[in-house]
């Protein structure tokens, strides 16, 4: 079945600096990716829609500067958190969308905290 | 109003029991409807899509509702195993297929 691989799983990360989750579909093409964030006992929050090769769309509220999105290649696609604050520390998860078919396969998740 | 709302719970029941979740949407122009379960700290897993004849796999029974712009989900015969938070997800129509979640009802069966 369609794979995608979400490292890190985990990270911590002093204030100021920026993080990068890369998302990876192993065997497919992921022409678009999402990207969510989850506090805790809230559901998913849509930050963003990535198609290769083009500019990500981010949702109201979210800092596109903040949350750098590429989506360079059919299989890879990257998140970078700059600056992080201790208000950054959430659940990211990224979901690819397979094209042919009506499925939606996720990432495990990176658990972020800034300190 | 948010786009899908959910009973958040928490539904404690003992394993056996039968418990239904109910779920609502807001916008009519959405196109599929799926339950998914989130574990404690992992991603969401599709359990199943919702169809307006209604579905089931095993113990689970989906329902769509359009008219009421409503889900549900019933669990029959509850295991200890579906202790999770169940995930109501909309998708709306047009080509960004976008989903939008749910907040979530989290439910633990007890033995």
């Known amino acids: 079945g369609a794979v995608v691989s979400q490292h890190p799983s985990w990270v911590i990360c002093k204030s100021g600096t920026s993080v990068k989750i890369e998302c990876r579909s192993l065997d497919f093409q992921a022409t678009t990716m999402f990207w969510y964030r989850q506090f805790p006992k809230q559901s998913l929050m849509l930050m963003a829609t990535?198609?290769?090769?083009?500019?990500?769309?981010?949702e109201q509220g979210v800092e596109k500067d903040k949350f750098l999105i590429n989506h360079a290649s059919l299989t890879l696609s990257t998140l970078t958190v700059t600056s992080a604050h201790p208000e950054d520390s959430s659940f990211y998860i990224c979901s690819a969308w397979r094209q042919g078919t009506s499925g939606y396969t996720f990432g495990s998740g990176t658990r972020l905290t800034v300190v | 109003r948010k786009e899908v709302e959910q009973d958040p719970g928490p539904f404690n029941v003992p394993e056996g029991a039968t418990v239904a979740f109910n779920c609502t949407y807001s916008n009519s122009a959405s196109q599929s409807f799926f339950w998914y379960r989130q574990d404690c700290r992992k991603e969401p897993k599709l359990l199943m899509s919702?169809?307006?004849s209604g579905n089931e796999d095993g113990r689970f029974t989906a329902q769509l509702n359009r008219a009421s712009q409503y889900i549900s989900l019933l669990i029959r015969d509850s295991k200890l195993s579906d202790s999770a938070t169940y995930l109501c997800v909309v998708k709306s129509s047009g080509s960004a297929r976008q989903l939008t979640f749910g907040s979530g009802t989290q439910l633990t069966v007890l033995p």
């Open positions: 919702v169809y307006s």
């Open positions: 990535s198609n290769e090769g083009s500019k990500a769309t981010y």
